[in-house]
């Protein structure tokens, strides 16, 4: 059935910086191509920085010098230039580049690009990183104040979550869970409504914005789970709803703080807004494409609810028994 069509298409060519919009994206199973081939690595920390814990990063902005070459990927990054909130340009093959993003992030930072596939060493958490990580710091990145209660993390794949337990990101990739993320307009209305205010798209960092012809409620992505998504060339397969961190709020070029946003998604939509989904073709998507939602078989959503159910008691006993003790 055809529900809408493709609005903007988005690509952020460094991690937690801005992006910018464009007109035509290749999908692969990595994702967008060309997103996300760089990052910058927090020297102290030994581990890719995230805007949740940096959010200056988020005010400067990223493009990349040339075309993204067909053959650009993990191990063959083409040069990209960072435009900083003073106005400075800087390229990737600038000396003084990681001397500008320190003193942008405030403590000693460095802009690594995307390593080839099998070699782990900028995903892998140390075991410091390892050892801190606590239901406090969850808490701390998603805006989760003590007296709420934690997102339902049953939603996702058991695969992932080893892979989270392990990697700051999947190895072969910058990005933080999914290859690809979409998000409706309404979604973004229904949040901006519960405010009284407009809110930019930038805030949620999609890479694909649909407009949709007759949404059939205020957050349509929720009903995709377990479906197949068509724009343009491309299939996806829709696994997940977007689990909202505290970035949204954050401040970016023309874009002040406001954290009443963090808030505004937890009440009216639960934490979570738009979906992550993994490609199932690989094909090109132009803004104007349309789009295309199958139905969830049934016997597939059954089994689904039951993983679901399975895990979210799971997790209820660590989340339980992890806060009792880190108190």
Same mark, same amino acid.
């Given at each position: ?146 007296? /709420? ?44 409504? /519960? ?25 349509? /992505? ?106």
């Amino acid at each position: 059935m055809t529900i809408g069509r493709v609005a903007q298409l988005w690509h952020y060519p460094v991690k937690s910086l801005g992006g910018g919009p464009v007109e035509h994206v290749d999908i692969g199973a990595r994702g967008v191509h060309g997103d996300r081939l760089w990052a910058v690595r927090d020297v102290a920390r030994d581990v890719t920085a995230s805007a949740r814990r940096i959010p200056t990063l988020l005010t400067a902005t990223a493009r990349y010098v040339d075309p993204v070459p067909a053959d650009a990927g993990p191990g063959n990054v083409p040069e990209v230039e960072i435009t900083f909130p003073d106005g400075a340009v800087l390229t990737s093959s600038d000396g003084d580049v990681h001397a500008k993003l320190s003193q942008l992030a405030g403590r000693e930072v460095r802009l690594t690009a995307l390593p080839p596939v099998d070699d782990t060493s900028l995903h892998r958490l140390s075991h410091a990183e390892r050892a801190n990580m606590s239901v406090a710091s969850v808490r701390t990145d998603l805006g989760v104040s003590d007296d /709420e209660k934690l997102p339902d993390f049953s939603m996702m794949r058991l695969t992932d979550l080893v892979t989270q337990a392990r990697y700051s990101t999947p190895p072969g990739s910058f990005v933080d869970s999914a290859p690809v993320h979409v998000l409706s307009a309404t979604s973004i209305a229904t949040v901006s409504a /519960e405010l009284d205010t407009d809110l930019d798209v930038r805030r949620f960092r999609p890479n694909v914005l649909l407009v949709l012809a007759n949404p059939d409620d205020g957050l349509p /992505e929720s009903r995709w789970l377990g479906a197949r998504l068509t724009l343009g060339a491309a299939a996806l397969d829709v696994r997940m709803p977007t689990i909202r961190c505290v970035v949204p709020s954050r401040a970016q070029p023309g874009l002040e703080v406001d954290r009443r946003i963090t808030r505004a998604v937890a009440q009216r939509a639960g934490r979570c807004l738009g979906v992550y989904c993994w490609v199932d073709t690989a094909g090109a998507v132009r803004v104007g494409d349309a789009v295309t939602v199958g139905s969830v078989a049934f016997p597939r959503r059954l089994l689904a609810d039951a993983g679901r159910r399975a895990k979210r008691f799971t997790f209820g006993l660590a989340a339980a028994a992890a806060e009792r003790f880190t108190r």
